[in-house]
């Protein structure tokens, strides 16, 4: 079918059948589903290409043509023609709009404009609030769109990575960004960073032979991956998949499908206000019916419906919690913690489940020497340890410390560069026991290396020592052990018979999640020639490391467990590792560990699992070896189970997670553009333990909400209430469409917004999460507000009985006397609020300057009300004598003594 003739060192592709060849690359739009496990030469069989020459142009153009571009699909943002539509989709808003037109049509242009206006200001809020939302993929769509060095009729060129297609030859080099999946043809000493992409830690040294169909992400080392970065040596590598194909494409294409659910608050409100809704309906046909029946005149009775229904809604609960929200963001951001959306503040003080990555979140991200193995010693908790605490008596010891200053790649100039992780730990470890690496490289000179490499799996230096030639090695286990015939022990070369039994010991030290080297050396008289610089070595013994767990994340995770939150690890790392740092931070205790711990291979979450896998499952605290799609499978399995979810992320493979999360969480400094795109919080010092405060800063403005929300409806019912009794016993009304609007708006919001800014109690930190599935208000809670609006409402009509029977005063003058009375009990209703354990006299309400302020000012509001004549006409405001003012004081005062008795008397 092919026929590779070559001219002039070109390659030119004759193809007799591009049908046959189109089917067999791209059927149903996939590339080569295993190309880990199949042989070089297979691989380029099959992708049509030639490892020294590569693709023709002709042949790439016939690609690009039918794959397209190497391109992550776009999304593009909403119009803001949408985003204004969407804010009128709230049932207040109906019930506002309603109103209005009805106000219009009966040609109360007054109060027909002030509700508009309050539809206005509402609309205004959410929709500048949306038009700054975050759009998470556009980062994942614009990342790697750099320069690749492709191959290309037998040249290397430099092409806009989004042109490369299944089966060019690309070159790779440090510092490279991956700009497509691909199979490694050839590599010398290639390093990857993946950590973005499946949250491994360490460097992944690459190789070229198949590996099994079977191997997960995570292993597939003969493969690099889009997104990801060469972080030393060079390569090789034939595309294999490009855009949505890739595996930085799959994860787009989650990110795409993990649409975000409602919060937990916007479920809530929208709930209270369907059943405000209902509410409001069944009052105002109640009274239209009743009044109607009695003999009244129908207009009135609309009007007075119409009066209800403007009372039924609070008009202001939208805005007071925007601002108590926005306050939060505040009080946060100047602890580090940018919160990107309003309601994910509220979202944290509900979250019980905190899911996270492993490494840099409850680690360190920093390797550090660990434990070292030699002259049958071990010695562990090195990072912790002094010079007088170590062996010193011990030449093994002595060797290994030389070994790690002088055999080691780092470089000691001031200016920053690349540095190998290991190399820079074994520095580090040297320096913290009081050694000078400078010095000592310094005085012995380096005359040979042998640089590290996959192959060897070891690197090798000849130093001048004092008269003397040293050799000093160290790599893998296996590596080094291969060119040893000695050991020192006990400070002479012995014959090495005790390979097993080290063997066992590397094991042990990497089942308990530490990186192992080992190390070796020679003395010789004559400097070796380059091919025997690994014969004949004395192994000295091994070093362990590890990554750190942050030393403050122990206590903060003792706080989420007195606050009733489960801390979920969920990793790319191996499953030792993972259990190490579990239990460093105190997720996990030594005995019986294994029971909480679940590895990606055996994970498999469906949609219908026995409730005895689901048990074990939410039982689990260490997921190890978890890809992009489990962790955002895990996510959905704990929301299906009725969990609030935080999700903390910093790489590529955490964005789907972090978008389905009801909370996502990144890292401002270590986590990648994308994460921090898709979250809803961000950490901008990247420390695990600023969620402890704005989980605790989400319980307070949960607090702070159900507080206003009580006092908004007890307010609003008292205002119902009064309007509808005096309507069905034939009262002056004791309150006007338009009067309503006003106590809706000044009297209402001021103090509801001053409860939404208290400081809240640090003892909610101490109490468990409440029920994702708990209202907003509670049983308790309609009955507070019940008996603090009927306690209002009594005042109400007490004083309009008082006026209408007993003072026989005009309509005009009992309305306002019934006003003032109301606006002073809602204010006075402030005090209701706090918990009867508590004082009266000093509590969160009292001691909140913000409510004082906010009762100064709504009685000033009203006093310029009654003194501005415009606005007095409007409202139907006349002058009232001291006697009168006298009465409104006694009954409003009234309502908060009978609230305070039955309070008292009910414990609530």
């Not at 790439?60 to 776009?74: K, M, P, T, V, W």
């Not at 799996?457 to 090695?473: C, E, I, P």
Request: glycine share 6%; hydrophobic share 45%; net charge negative.
């Amino acid at each position: 079918m092919l026929l590779w003739e070559r001219r002039k060192g070109i390659v030119i592709l004759a193809i007799f059948n591009r049908a046959f060849l189109r089917d067999f690359i791209d059927r149903d739009r996939k590339m080569i589903k295993y190309p880990f496990s199949m042989a070089i030469s297979d691989v380029l069989h099959h992708l049509t290409s030639d490892a020294k020459y590569g693709l023709t142009e002709e042949v790439a153009s016939d690609r690009l043509a039918q794959f397209g571009n190497n391109q992550l699909l776009e999304t593009r943002p909403k119009k803001w023609s949408r985003l204004l539509a969407e804010q009128f989709a709230d049932p207040i808003i109906y019930i506002l709009s309603a109103a209005t037109v009805l106000a219009f049509l009966f040609q109360d242009w007054a109060e027909g404009s002030a509700i508009a206006v309050v539809i206005l200001i509402t609309v205004a809020i959410g929709f500048f609030m949306e038009l700054q939302a975050v759009r998470s993929l556009e980062s994942l769509r614009q990342m790697g769109q750099t320069m690749a060095r492709v191959v290309r009729s037998g040249k290397v060129r430099g092409i806009r990575d989004s042109l490369l297609v299944p089966g060019d030859i690309i070159l790779l080099d440090v510092g490279d960004i991956v700009t497509a999946d691909a199979r490694l043809l050839s590599q010398e000493n290639l390093l990857v960073k993946e950590s973005a992409l499946t949250g491994e830690s360490l460097n992944i040294e690459k190789k070229t032979e198949p590996v099994s169909q079977k191997t997960p992400l995570t292993s597939q080392n003969n493969m690099v991956f889009r997104g990801t970065v060469v972080t030393g040596g060079t390569g090789k590598a034939i595309v294999t998949a490009t855009g949505m194909e890739t595996q930085l494409g799959k994860i787009h294409q989650m990110a795409l499908e993990a649409t975000a659910a409602l919060t937990p608050l916007e479920k809530k409100l929208n709930k209270l206000s369907k059943r405000l809704i209902v509410l409001t309906l069944i009052l105002a046909v109640f009274i239209m019916i009743a009044g109607y029946v009695q003999g009244k005149e129908l207009f009135l009775m609309v009007e007075t419906a119409l009066a209800l229904a403007v009372a039924t809604i609070p008009e202001g609960l939208p805005i007071v919690a925007t601002i108590a929200l926005a306050r939060g963001m505040v009080r946060l951001s100047e602890k580090q913690v940018i919160i990107k959306s309003l309601n994910a503040v509220e979202t944290l003080g509900a979250t019980n489940i905190i899911c996270t990555d492993k490494t840099g979140t409850l680690t360190e991200d920093q390797l550090r020497v660990h434990t070292l193995l030699c002259d049958d010693r071990s010695i562990t908790g090195l990072n912790t340890k002094s010079m007088a605490e170590m062996p010193m008596d011990s030449k093994s010891y002595q060797e290994i410390v030389m070994a790690c200053m002088l055999c080691n790649d780092v470089a000691l100039a001031d200016a920053p560069v690349h540095r190998d992780t290991i190399d820079q730990a074994l520095i580090d470890f040297a320096s913290s026991l009081g050694y000078d690496p400078k010095e000592a490289q310094k005085n012995n000179a380096e005359l040979k290396q042998l640089p590290f490499n996959t192959d060897r799996k070891l690197m090798a230096t000849v130093n001048r020592v004092h008269n003397t030639y040293q050799t000093y090695a160290k790599g893998a286990f296996e590596s080094i052990v291969a060119c040893c015939d000695t050991i020192l022990q006990e400070n002479a070369a012995q014959v090495f018979n005790t390979r097993e039994a080290w063997l066992e010991k590397v094991d042990a030290l990497a089942s308990q999640g530490l990186r192992t080297i080992a190390f070796a050396t020679k003395v010789s008289e004559e400097e070796p020639e380059r091919d025997t610089i690994l014969d004949n070595l004395t192994f000295l013994g091994v070093i362990g490391f590890f990554d750190p767990a942050r030393e403050d994340v122990k206590h903060t995770i003792e706080v989420y467990k007195n606050a009733g939150i489960q801390v979920v690890m969920m990793t790319g790392d191996h499953i030792g590792t993972a259990k190490k740092i579990a239990c460093d931070v105190g997720l996990l205790t030594q005995d019986g560990a294994h029971q909480y711990i679940a590895h990606g291979v055996d994970l498999a979450i469906e949609p219908t699992l026995d409730v005895k896998t689901t048990s074990t499952l939410l039982n689990k605290v260490v997921f190890a070896r978890v890809d992009p799609e489990q962790k955002l499978k895990l996510i959905q399995f704990f929301q299906a189970n009725n969990n609030v979810v935080a999700m903390i992320g910093d790489g590529i493979n955490d964005v789907p997670a972090l978008r389905k999360a009801d909370i996502g969480i990144a890292m401002g400094i270590r986590g990648t553009e994308a994460a921090r795109e898709a979250a809803d919080m961000i950490l901008k010092n990247d420390k695990f333990t600023a969620i402890e405060l704005a989980i605790h800063q989400g319980r307070v403005i949960y607090h702070n909400i159900r507080q206003f929300v009580v006092y908004l409806l007890s307010s609003n019912l008292a205002e119902i209430v009064s309007v509808g009794i005096a309507a069905l016993i034939n009262l002056p009304s004791p309150l006007l469409p338009l009067q309503i609007l006003f106590l809706n708006l000044i009297t209402d919001i001021f103090p509801a917004l001053a409860l939404g800014l208290g400081k809240g109690d640090a003892t909610l930190m101490r109490s468990p999460p409440r029920k994702p599935d708990e209202p907003i208000l509670t049983p308790d809670h309609w009955y507070t507000t019940l008996i603090y609006g009927l306690s209002i409402s009594a005042a109400v009509l007490g004083i309009t009985a008082f006026g209408y029977f007993t003072l026989k005063l005009e309509p005009g003058t009992i309305n306002n006397m019934a006003f003032y009375t109301l606006i002073l009990a809602q204010l006075l209703n402030l005090f209701n609020i706090p918990k009867s354990e508590g004082p009266f006299i000093k509590n969160e309400v009292t001691t909140n300057l913000w409510v004082w302020s906010a009762i100064a000012l709504c009685i000033f509001l009203t006093f310029l009300a009654a003194t501005i004549p415009e606005v007095a006409e409007a409202l139907t405001i006349y002058h009232l004598n001291f006697d009168q003012y006298m009465y409104i004081v006694l009954f409003a005062f009234g309502s908060l003594f009978m609230a305070q008795i039955i309070k008292r008397i009910g414990n609530f």
